[in-house]
């Protein structure tokens, strides 16, 4: 069981440009999200998504996009690099919380440097 | 909004002993989930341990145990028996139970080193 898959692990993007991390699970979870971890602090959350066609903004949306077509799926779009962007960004998922289900599962984050 | 805050950055401890790792967090909700992940240098996020807020009992998992104070939003770590392998970064998290959303507030995070 593959859980959550992040691609690409690591990227280098310059000032302005422009890119897609790609988020897939396949465990049949509604609920997804993206965090972002800077250097020596904890994660933040980015957006979220509770089902397909559904997203929110979470604690630090700006400069950031997200689309949810399908239950797998939740790609985050990054239009205008810039180096505060710079970070380590983690997708997750989970079921909603319940006092049965209440873990999200984590990828294995994607290493960000905008250059 | 909930605040979760770790005030050691660094701890170190001598393999085989025990090791407290402390926590405080801020809300004004009655009910809730804490947690401790732990985050290796692979970067893999893994769930330690976690407590509902509504049970008074310490959740245990083997080595990994919590002192859970609901009045004094208290939630330490304490991992007993240390070992190599537990080297890492261990993340404080909040969750609040009114939401359905698995919505997770992060500490800052306790690097942790295991000294042979």
């Known amino acids: 069981n593959a859980g959550v898959t992040q691609t690409p692990k690591f990227r280098i993007l310059k000032i302005g440009q422009s890119m897609t991390l790609q988020c897939t699970q396949d465990?049949?979870?509604?609920?997804m999200y993206w965090y972002r971890q800077d250097p020596g602090m904890g994660l933040k959350l980015i957006y979220y998504?509770?089902?397909?066609?559904?997203?929110d903004k979470g604690e630090v949306p700006n400069g950031y996009n997200v689309s949810r077509s399908t239950t797998e799926d939740f790609p985050l779009r990054l239009e205008l690099a810039a180096p505060s962007q710079t970070s380590v960004y983690f997708c997750?998922?989970?079921?909603?919380?319940?006092?049965?289900?209440?873990?999200?599962?984590f990828g294995q984050g994607t290493r960000l440097t905008v250059v | 909004a909930q605040t979760v805050t770790q005030s050691q950055p660094e701890m170190s401890v001598q393999e085989a002993e025990t090791v407290t790792l402390s926590c405080t967090y801020d809300t004004s909700e009655s009910d809730y989930y804490l947690f401790w992940y732990k985050q290796p240098p692979s970067r893999q996020m893994i769930l330690v341990i976690r407590q509902e807020a509504y049970k008074q009992q310490n959740a245990t998992e083997n080595r990994f145990s919590v002192n859970f104070q609901k009045a004094a939003k208290s939630f330490s770590l304490k991992i007993s028996d240390s070992q190599l392998g537990d080297a890492a970064m261990y993340f404080c998290a909040y969750r609040s139970a009114f939401q359905r959303a698995q919505k997770l507030v992060f500490g800052q995070g306790t690097r942790l080193t295991i000294n042979p």
């Open positions: 997750a998922s989970s079921l909603p919380g319940n006092r049965k289900n209440t873990e999200a599962f």
């Open positions: 998504s509770v089902g397909a066609g559904i997203t």
């Open positions: 465990m049949n979870h509604n609920y």
